[in-house]
């Protein structure tokens, strides 16, 4: 009944009711690109389509969510995508050591960041014991719920703490 009605992708979603009244569910679950989202609704007891909703209806809103969730995880275009967000990463890294470095061999590095570490001592000691103690949960429920996130910064102040003790070439 489905493909009769338009259902025609090679991957598709059969999902039977979970009660007597209700009708089973067919999608397409095609990711790769043109995307196949058509789904429709069909009571099997009396073999007739419910209800039907086509990719081609779907706002532009709706589509461009699609494929831009489909193309960020590799999956619209296939291995091409794959290779092309590969290698975005790769960039992506290669120009954040290059930040660190640029910014570890500049002069006023040390001067920087014995400032800025500074001005947050200066704000932690005036901070009251509540303050304190909300900035540290707000710290922890970051660094837990994302771990990068709380990585880099624990990271970036191991640096900031090594490079205070580490004498200037200058």
Known sequence: IARAHGIDAAQI????PTSGNQA???????RKWPTQADSISIDMEHHKVIDQLAFKDYSLVA??????VDAHIGVLFG???????????????I?????????????????????????????????????????????LV???????????????LFIFAIRKYIPSKS
């Open 13 to 16: 979603q059969i999902k039977p």
């Open 24 to 30: 089973w569910t067919i999608a397409e679950i095609q």
């Open 63 to 68: 589509k461009l969510t699609r494929w831009g």
């Open 79 to 93: 291995w091409i995508n794959q290779l092309v967000l590969a290698l975005y990463a790769f960039i992506l890294c």
């Open 95 to 139: 120009m954040i050591v290059y930040a660190y470095r640029a910014a570890f061999k500049n002069s006023n590095f040390k001067l920087m960041t014995t400032h800025f570490v500074g001005q947050s001592l200066l704000v932690w000691n005036r901070a009251t014991g509540s303050q304190k103690i909300g900035l540290i949960l707000v710290g």
């Open 142 to 156: 970051l660094g837990l719920s994302l771990p990068v996130f709380g990585f880099s910064i624990l990271f970036t």
